[in-house]
């Protein structure tokens, strides 16, 4: 069966300073993967998508950028955090029907 | 743009009875919406899906109903359960090229009363 992880689970990073959030999929091949964020009390935004290696599409302009170094591994980034970075990101995955089937997710805080 | 938005954003129910939580899309080109259940903490979880062909489908204690005419979707859960307390979200998948991104409604916090 097929499982997604991310970690590390919750973060505390003071402004300015890098992050680096790892997804992996298992038990699939050449999935979509995607990068949500999500405010507290609110709905997903989509960040990022990815159809294959090397591949990112950006949905909306911001502080953060995503890799896809490997087919079943998704990695957001930020050189420089900002306080608006806080948040749950989460990492979700489509292989073949339409239904994305998320990970646990990542909280963020940004201090 | 387009987008998915929820009728009410909070819904209150005894446990054991039915509980029916309600989205309006607006972006008709849609032909594929998922309902996820989300708990505190956790990531979003798939519960129900139905594609723009169907009026209706049914799980477990799940129905999602679908009305194309007036764009409305409603998930029901009957004798709802304390385990039940969660957000609730609709999202839609645009179809075609759209690499099944998926645009999420608000959300409405059910919660089940003992």
């Known amino acids: 069966s097929q499982t997604i992880h991310q970690w590390p689970a919750t973060l505390v990073q003071p402004v300015g300073s890098p992050l680096s959030l790892e997804c992996t999929v298992e038990g699939t091949s050449n999935p979509n993967l995607y990068w949500y964020r999500q405010a507290a009390g609110r709905g997903l935004q989509l960040l990022f998508y990815s159809v294959g290696i090397g591949q990112i599409s950006s949905e909306v302009p911001q502080n953060l950028s995503a890799s896809r170094p490997q087919d079943r591994q998704f990695i957001l980034s930020s050189k420089k955090l900002l306080l608006s970075d806080s948040g749950f990101y989460l990492c979700a995955w489509i292989l073949q029907k339409e239904t994305q089937y998320f990970g646990p997710g990542t909280r963020l805080l940004v201090l | 743009g387009e987008s998915v938005g929820l009728h009410l954003p909070t819904l209150s129910v005894q446990e054991g009875d039915n509980s029916i939580i309600n989205c309006a899309y607006s972006n008709s080109a849609s032909d594929y919406f998922i309902w996820y259940k989300q708990e505190s903490g956790k990531g979003p979880q798939f519960i129900i899906d139905?594609?723009?062909?169907?009026d209706k489908r049914q799980g477990q204690r799940v129905t999602v109903l679908l009305n194309k005419t007036v764009k409305h979707l409603s998930l029901q859960i009957a004798a709802t359960q304390p385990g039940d307390s969660a957000v609730y979200f609709c999202?839609?998948?645009?179809?075609?090229?759209?690499?099944?991104?998926?645009?999420f409604g608000q959300g409405t916090i059910l919660t089940v009363h003992p």
């Open positions: 139905i594609r723009s062909n169907m």
């Open positions: 999202a839609e998948n645009a179809g075609g090229t759209s690499y099944g991104k998926l645009t």
